[in-house]
């Protein structure tokens, strides 16, 4: 009740209010400095360092994100620091870890395993709860590999899972899909690279109603067979661009919409059986975006916006200024969590856009956050330290 209740006067205090909590170097819970603006969505429960480098000065990019299991209490990340680890979310405690050579994206779970794309080309599948016999508890289990499929790139966007396959891009304009039990190759689609100078390669794969969407660095957006990898339809985005024209944003489908986004030519909003063009909103900057309800949250080159998903309106833009860009929005319990490349994690209300919370670690954040189902959030900072974040207690 008290820990609570200090949250709230902090919270209610106002934005002058700075509170800082333990210092760099320590095992404190949360090191680095709050700033909130109404009563704290979420209070700092445990921070581990996990990836090297330093609180005080931004000295990697890393942009690993966390795989959330709230019902079994764990999550999992694969930091950069030649470790892939599953902590204890309630205390952050490692359960089990295996040595890679580092995670470029998410993670995320599968029916009690975890998948994780690494920067030297490994797609890998573990046992969440890997069987061995009892040991102490000051060690650490190995993780269990299931299964694993390498390519010649680093694996930049989460795989994605469809019945009895696995999806995912290469980062060099190719789409593979693996058995989903076994790992063994299913099929892939590979398109040329554009000559011309090109941003973060391809977008992450949709999959919906048998088909698999994914648009690619040279501005194309295609829809395949989901089972077989066959084009169905394929759609340029940046017919009248020569640079810029990457998909990176992940489609989404909305209001019967299928939605992609060019970095130069903005937001468009096609027919998902055709992949003919209904409208299109040309915002350039657009690198990843979510869905609030029935609209559209993007994230642009230094800010974020909240746009109708009917017909593209704008309903507000929050702007980060000169604190960075920010990494995919994340959505859940009325709010928007996004890291900010030279700054730290800031909490958005998502109806309005109004910050709501700030964590500034010292040394930026490039990663993504992750949410669970409860409103914990999870982060990876440049610095190498990894944040887990709860709720205040509902109760006394």
Not at 11 to 19: D, E, I, T, Y
Not at 76 to 86: D, E, K, S, T
Not at 165 to 188: E, I, M, P, S
């Amino acid at each position: 009740m008290k820990r609570a209740l200090l949250w709230a006067v902090l919270g209610l205090a106002g934005c002058n209010v700075l509170g800082r909590f333990g210092e760099p170097g320590t095992e404190s819970p949360g090191t680095g400095q709050m700033r909130n603006v109404k009563p704290l969505h979420v209070h700092p429960a445990w921070r581990k360092v996990v990836g090297g480098g330093s609180f005080a000065a931004e000295t990697h990019r890393h942009l690993a994100s966390a795989a959330v299991d709230v019902e079994h209490g764990r999550v999992a990340l694969g930091p950069g620091n030649g470790w892939f680890y599953c902590f204890d979310a309630q205390s952050g405690e490692p359960l089990w870890k295996d040595e890679i050579a580092g995670a470029a994206g998410r993670a995320i779970l599968d029916d009690g395993r975890i998948l994780v794309g690494t920067v030297d080309g490994l797609l890998i599948a573990y046992d969440e709860f890997p069987k061995t016999a009892p040991i102490p508890r000051s060690q650490v289990l190995l993780g269990q590999r299931l299964w694993s499929y390498r390519i010649a790139g680093a694996i930049q966007k989460a795989p994605v899972v469809d019945g009895d396959r696995v999806l995912f891009v290469d980062g060099q304009n190719a789409v593979y899909a693996l058995d989903r039990k076994t790992g063994a190759w299913r099929w892939q689609y590979r398109r040329k690279a554009p000559d011309d100078f090109s941003l973060n390669g391809e977008s992450s794969v949709l999959v919906s109603d048998g088909r698999a969407y994914v648009g690619f660095s040279d501005g194309h957006l295609v829809a395949l067979d989901a089972a077989s990898g066959t084009l169905i339809w394929d759609r340029d985005l940046a017919p009248e661009h020569h640079k810029f024209q990457d998909i990176d944003a992940t489609p989404v489908l909305l209001n019967k919409q299928l939605f992609a986004a060019s970095m130069a030519s903005g937001l468009h909003a096609l027919d998902p059986e055709s992949g003919e063009l209904r409208w299109n909103l040309p915002i350039s900057g657009i690198s990843s975006m979510a869905v609030a309800d029935d609209d559209l949250v993007l994230s642009l080159e230094d800010s974020i916006c909240r746009v109708d998903g009917h017909d593209g309106r704008m309903k507000w833009r929050t702007s980060f200024g000169d604190a960075g860009a920010p990494s995919e929005p994340i959505i859940g319990q009325g709010v928007i969590a996004v890291s900010v490349s030279q700054d730290g994690l800031h909490i958005l209300d998502a109806e309005s856009g109004h910050p709501l919370v700030r964590f500034n670690p010292g040394s930026g954040m490039s990663a993504a956050p992750s949410m669970g189902s409860d409103g914990s959030i999870y982060v990876l900072s440049n610095g190498g330290g990894f944040y887990a974040f709860r709720p205040p207690e509902s109760s006394d």
